[in-house]
């Protein structure tokens, strides 16, 4: 009988996290001080984050042992299936192996608790009794939720707007877990209020988000804020993905050609392609490395590699990477948690390296392979999700082409349960596609930071 999904046993689910800087060929550019401009030190960053979070945001470190606390919350999902798609290969006619690493099985739907955890569980340790964060679509506002409520901290989550109106479930969920959500902008902070004076009608962005969960933050001893993508812990805490699908491909007796995955801010891309990026520099495989990311958000393809501000206010850490400006207030596509103005330092630095590759899809094309999926392998996918699933289907249908007999794994990043306003909006043909124009590049890049 042929398989269909590669589950590990929990004994086998990885006890450290890999770390890309120890094997990158080029050190990462340094973060710099959003008020001096000068190079972060530790105590920069302890106002917002607890010093074992800062110590793996720096480390040189190979791997990184994952506390027995974590691993225990993690055994609850952990290892997560890999299933081959058997279905959709058999749709598209494609000589093609597909496989995706299924996400989808932790209670709050997605990748995101894979660092939500440990973020939890280091501030708790270091004595918070408060988070503040942001979140787009709201998966990771739930997953910190969630990693929360294991943990009895206090969180406050600003969403941005137009994810809140679209997606009230998230907000119900991340309520349940005990969280305090409201819409980014809010009157609850100075650069919320700002933001709304200029613009009453302002349908949000993560940047700003960030902006007023940062400010919340900072000046409380009680309080540290957690982000959801972009850092370099958050990658690290990620990896146990990619960890886990090396296994798993073994387990199939095979071995992608090509790694594929959304790319808002990095965080599911890096989880799954980091070890296979370690395997092309250490090992000499030529894995093929794609991060797909939104035409109305090309950071990585029609971006500046260049010191930017994390946030709209700039209060947030200036980082090297692929930015649309930290002012980019994306269209209100409903891919929420690819709305981000720049991509993590790891993933643009692997870019720049010419390590990875990255492509852009529009909207309907995303719903259309998301449909597709659905069709053959059951499962709704989140719209982040359904952007590397328009890739993996185009590049199985060139293998239709060419007869080829590659193998694909993706990243299947997390569900679409909660995003049935937007299916239904592309079943009834009133779903828009947007695409970021070169001459909005322009204007947005016109605000970098002088460094």
Not at 228 to 250: C, R, Y
Not at 349 to 355: A, D, Q
Not at 397 to 426: I, P, Q, T
């Amino acid at each position: 009988m042929d398989n269909i999904k590669y589950n590990l046993p929990e004994k086998e689910m990885p006890v450290s996290w890999y770390n890309i800087q120890a094997d990158l060929p080029e050190p990462l550019p340094p973060y710099l001080h959003p008020v001096t401009k000068q190079p972060l030190v530790p105590a920069d960053l302890a106002p917002l984050f607890p010093m074992e979070l800062i110590k793996q945001e720096v480390s040189q470190e190979r791997y990184i042992d994952i506390p027995e606390e974590v691993q225990e919350i993690y055994r609850q999902f952990r290892p997560a299936p890999l299933y081959r798609a058997r279905r959709l290969e058999k749709a598209l006619d494609t000589p093609a192996h597909i496989y995706y690493k299924f996400e989808d099985v932790s209670p709050a739907g997605s990748h995101k608790p894979n660092t939500a955890i440990p973020q939890a569980y280091y501030n708790k340790k270091e004595g918070i009794k408060r988070l503040t964060t942001e979140t787009g679509a709201g998966q990771w506002g739930s997953s910190l939720a969630f990693a929360c409520s294991q943990f009895d901290i206090e969180l406050k989550i600003y969403m941005v707007r137009v994810s809140y109106n679209q997606k009230p479930y998230r907000r119900m969920t991340m309520e349940a877990w005990g969280a305090t959500c409201v819409p980014s902008p809010s009157p609850d902070t100075g650069s919320g209020r700002a933001a709304l004076a200029a613009d009453p009608n302002n349908p949000g962005s993560l940047g700003l988000a960030i902006s007023e969960a940062v400010e919340d933050a900072a000046p409380r001893d009680d309080t540290h804020y957690a982000l959801g993508s972009v850092l370099n812990h958050v990658l690290l805490h990620q990896t146990i993905i990619g960890q886990e699908a090396l296994k798993q491909m073994e387990m199939a007796g095979e071995y992608p050609d090509a790694v594929i995955a959304c790319a808002g801010g990095g965080s599911n891309f890096g989880g799954l392609a980091l070890p296979f990026v370690r395997d092309n520099l250490t090992k000499g495989r030529k894995t093929q490395i794609i991060a797909v990311e939104p035409s109305s958000c090309p950071s990585l393809t029609k971006g500046l590699y260049a010191y930017d501000y994390g946030d709209v206010a700039g209060m947030a850490p200036i980082a090297k990477m692929f930015t649309l400006g930290s002012n980019f207030m994306p269209p209100p596509v409903h891919a929420g948690g690819l709305r981000y103005h720049g991509m993590s330092p790891i993933v643009s630095h692997l870019k720049k390296l010419g390590l990875i590759e990255a492509r852009t899809v529009n909207q309907l094309p995303t719903f259309e392979a998301g449909i597709q999926f659905a069709r053959s392998e059951g499962f709704i996918s989140a719209p982040e999700t359904n952007h590397a699933i328009r890739a993996v289907i185009d590049e199985a249908l060139r293998c239709r082409e060419s007869g080829e007999k590659k193998v694909l794994l993706f990243c299947h990043s997390g569900h679409g349960h909660f995003d049935m306003a937007a299916y239904e909006a592309y079943l009834s043909g009133k779903l828009s596609d947007y695409e970021y124009t070169d001459e909005k590049v322009k204007e947005a890049l016109s605000c970098l930071p002088a460094v």
